[in-house]
T-cell receptor, first 112, second 111 residues
Framework: ETGVTQTPRHLVMGMTNKKSLKCEQHLGHNAMYWYKQSAKKPLELMFVYNFKEQTENNSVPSRFSPECPNSSHLFLHLHTLQPEDSALYLC???????????FGPGTRLTVL | DAKTTQPPSMDCAEGRAANLPCNHSTISGNEYVYWYRQIHSQGPQYIIHGLKNNETNEMASLIITEDRKSSTLILPHATLRDTAVYYCIVRLLSNDYKLSFGAGTTVTVRA
């Protein structure tokens, strides 16, 4: 238990669906992250939020839309995804930019 | 951030020390060496980090060579639960949030 929770743990969606991934951290951290891990590829940073402000968008397609309503919660809204978007989506948090990151268990997403 | 080179895989025996090497020959003076691991189907877990001195915590020890061009992560008494992918990451500590994960080393601990 890392103090970072993600829901749902598994999600199957069609290409026309809209769904959201949720992340919550109970560590009092100020920064939150979304990563994508595709099969046999390294983790890729997608978005970074610091004090609820987005500080990094790593050239992510607009079909992925992040939302950070407060420092404890982070969402990733999904719409019109493609099968190649199937991956493990990981959320992480850290106290500050130069601190170690704590990861959640991830959401395994399958796009049909 | 400087790149790292790790062996793609290694086996070790349960109860023995596991020594995981990492080469970072282009590391600069203000870059730290971080180690994370990822057990199958879980999120990565922070293990340890260091700048130039050797470091030890409850999970592992980190030995950094004097020229800082390589390091070794030591798991003192490997257990089956240590089977995971281990990532060595070199990171400039600044306002840059990035952790650049490579392919890592797949460590299999055998009974």
């Amino acid at each position: 238990e890392t103090g970072v929770t993600q829901t749902p743990r598994h999600l199957v969606m069609g290409m026309t669906n809209k769904k959201s991934l949720k992340c919550e951290q109970h560590l009092g951290h100020n920064a939150m992250y979304w990563y994508k891990q595709s099969a046999k590829k390294p983790l890729e940073l997608m978005f970074v939020y610091n004090f609820k402000e987005q500080t990094e968008n790593n050239s992510v397609p607009s079909r992925f839309s992040p939302e950070c309503p407060n420092s404890s919660h982070l969402f990733l809204h999904l719409h019109t995804l493609q099968p190649e978007d199937s991956a493990l989506y990981l959320c992480a948090s850290s106290q500050a930019a130069d601190n170690e990151q704590f990861f959640g268990p991830g959401t395994r997403l399958t796009v049909l | 951030d400087a790149k790292t080179t790790q062996p793609p895989s290694m086996d070790c025996a349960e109860g023995r020390a596991a020594n995981l090497p990492c080469n970072h020959s282009t590391i600069s003076g203000n870059e730290y060496v971080y180690w994370y691991r990822q057990i199958h189907s879980q999120g990565p877990q922070y293990i340890i980090h260091g700048l130039k001195n050797n470091e030890t915590n409850e999970m592992a020890s980190l030995i950094i060579t004097e020229d800082r061009k390589s390091s070794t992560l030591i798991l003192p008494h490997a257990t089956l639960r240590d089977t995971a992918v281990y990532y060595c990451i070199v990171r400039l500590l600044s306002n840059d949030y990035k952790l650049s994960f490579g392919a890592g080393t797949t460590v299999t601990v055998r009974a």
